[in-house]
C-alpha cells in the first residue's frame, strides 16, 4: 500500500459527460501529480499541484482542469468526454515539489466512457 | 521535444538469468533518473534512482547505470524472479516539477 488513496476505483460513463477523479495523498506529501495511461501504453504527465498551487503542465486537454485543496487531496474533472479519453488516471504524490525524490502513486482510477 | 523511450517494449528472460532493460532520454539537462515498476492492475512502484553525478547505483538486486555521453539509463535485474515481471518505466527530470516517463517495457520471466 502506497499510502495514496484513488476514488472512485472505476468509472464508465457516456460521451458528453463530466466526471471528477479524487486523490488523497500520502500523509505529509505536499505535491500531487496526475499521470493518464492509456490501454498498453506509458504514463503521460498531465498536471501537478504543490501545496495548493498548481506547478506544472504537461499535454493536459482544456476539457481537463484540476485543483488541490487545503487539506491537500486533489480533484481531476474530465469534462465533455469523449471515447479517447477512456484510460487510467493515476495519481502520485511525493514530499517536495520539485521531482528530484520518488513519488507513491496510487492504484489508478479506470474510466471507461461508452 | 521532450522524450524518453525504450530500446526494447518487451523483453522475456529465463528464471534466474539477469535482465537489461534499457532505456534512451533526449533532454541532456535532465539530473535525475528514476526506474518504477508497474504489476498488473497497480499503480507504478519505485524501485530506484539515481543522480546525474552517478554512473552508477545498486540496490537489493536491482542496478542502475547511467551514461550521460549518449544519454542512455539502464536497469540490471540479478536472478530474476517471477515476480518480476511486470511493466518497467524509466523517468526523468530535469530538476523542475514535470517527471518525464518513457514508454515502458514489459519483461516477461519464464519458469
Known amino acids: 500500500d502506497s499510502g495514496v488513496t484513488q476514488t472512485p476505483k472505476h468509472l464508465i460513463t457516456a460521451t458528453g459527460q463530466r466526471v471528477t477523479l479524487r486523490c488523497s495523498p500520502r500523509?505529509?506529501?505536499?505535491?500531487v501529480y496526475w499521470y493518464q495511461q492509456s490501454l498498453d501504453q506509458g504514463l503521460q504527465f498531465l498536471i501537478q499541484?504543490?501545496?495548493?498551487?498548481?506547478?506544472a503542465k504537461g499535454n493536459i486537454l482544456e476539457r481537463f482542469s484540476a485543483q488541490q485543496f487545503p487539506d491537500l487531496h486533489s480533484e481531476l474533472n474530465l469534462s465533455s468526454l469523449e471515447l479517447g479519453d477512456s484510460a487510467l488516471y493515476f495519481c502520485?504524490?511525493?514530499?517536495?515539489?520539485?521531482?528530484?525524490?520518488?513519488?507513491?502513486f496510487g492504484q489508478g482510477t479506470r474510466l471507461t466512457v461508452v | 521535444g521532450e522524450s524518453v523511450g525504450l530500446h526494447l517494449p518487451t523483453l522475456s528472460v529465463q528464471e534466474g538469468d539477469n535482465s537489461i532493460i534499457n532505456c534512451a532520454y533526449s533532454?541532456?539537462?535532465?539530473?535525475?533518473f528514476i526506474w518504477y515498476k508497474q504489476e498488473s492492475g497497480k499503480g507504478p512502484q519505485f524501485i530506484i534512482d539515481?543522480?546525474?553525478?552517478?554512473d552508477k547505483r545498486q540496490g537489493q538486486r536491482v542496478t542502475v547505470l547511467l551514461n550521460k555521453t549518449v544519454k542512455h539509463l539502464s536497469l540490471q535485474i540479478a536472478a530474476t524472479q517471477p515476480g518480476d515481471s511486470a511493466v518497467y518505466f524509466c523517468a526523468e527530470n530535469t530538476g523542475g516539477f514535470k517527471t518525464i516517463f518513457g514508454a515502458g517495457t514489459r519483461l516477461f520471466v519464464k519458469a
Open positions: 502520485a504524490s511525493s514530499v517536495v515539489g520539485q521531482g528530484t525524490t520518488e513519488a507513491f
Open positions: 499541484y504543490y501545496n495548493g498551487e498548481e506547478r
Open positions: 533532454n541532456s539537462a535532465s539530473d535525475y
Open positions: 500523509s505529509g506529501d505536499l505535491s
Open positions: 539515481i543522480r546525474s553525478n552517478m
